[in-house]
């Protein structure tokens, strides 16, 4: 809601406002006095403007880590780190003729290696925030998203899996991460943010 105290005036310096550009300058003023607990001490609008640039850059710095399963190939493009807060950057790409609807995407720390009879141990991660939501990539295209997670590290006989999940279907994709891959996530200093 904005409210504005109205006067009349014959002559006004100014006939109209872009609320956008008047809400930005706002929160640039105040520096964002809004915290939410999940995101610490980095305001919501500078996560937004992260997520936004790391998607707009889209940059591939981990080439490493990728599958690909029925025509369909899902890989991680990169790792960023701010403020104790994990940014993965993942590429979704469909080269068949037959839409791949998303279902749903998990993230979660499970052991690397299980014997038989043993019971496996998982810890379910949840995104705080992420740039946007995919429903279904079409045909013979190419999607990109950013999710934002806390900060964790991972024991050595573990691993992050990134999976995603298909509805309806059978073309599940997974990535394996390692806390070797997590340790070399970059500085989100070290990009150009456009304010």
């Given at each position: 809601f904005y409210s504005f105290t109205v006067q009349y005036s014959s002559s006004p310096p100014t006939l109209?406002?872009?609320?956008?550009?008047l809400q930005k300058s706002m929160d640039k003023a105040r520096g964002s006095a809004v915290l939410f607990d999940e995101l610490g001490k980095t305001p919501p609008s500078l996560a937004a403007l992260?997520?936004?640039?790391?998607?707009?850059n889209n940059?591939?710095?981990?080439?490493?880590?990728?599958?690909?399963?029925?025509?369909?190939?899902?890989?991680?493009?990169?790792?960023?780190?701010?403020?104790?807060?994990?940014?993965?950057h993942t590429q979704l790409e469909n080269r068949t003729p037959?839409?791949?609807?998303?279902?749903?995407?998990?993230?979660?720390?499970?052991?690397?290696?299980?014997?038989?009879?043993?019971a496996t141990q998982q810890r379910p991660l949840v995104p705080l925030r992420m740039y946007k939501t995919?429903?279904?990539?079409?045909?013979?295209?190419?999607?990109?998203?950013?999710?934002?997670?806390?900060?964790?590290?991972?024991?050595?006989?573990?691993?992050?899996?990134m999976e995603i999940f298909e509805k309806n279907g059978g073309r599940h994709q997974t990535l394996e991460l390692e806390n070797s891959d997590l340790v070399?996530?970059?500085?989100?200093?070290?990009?150009?943010?456009?304010?």
């Open positions: 109209s406002y872009d609320l956008v550009t992260i997520l936004q640039t790391i998607y707009k940059k591939r710095i981990v080439k490493h880590i990728a599958s690909e399963r029925f025509g369909v190939q899902f890989s991680l493009k990169g790792i960023y780190i701010h403020n104790g807060r994990y940014y993965f037959v839409p791949f609807s998303i279902d749903f995407m998990t993230f979660k720390v499970v052991d690397k290696k299980t014997a038989r009879r043993t995919l429903d279904e990539l079409a045909a013979n295209a190419t999607d990109q998203n950013v999710f934002l997670l806390d900060q964790f590290t991972i024991d050595g006989d573990k691993l992050l899996l070399k996530a970059r500085l989100i200093s070290e990009m150009h943010l456009k304010f």
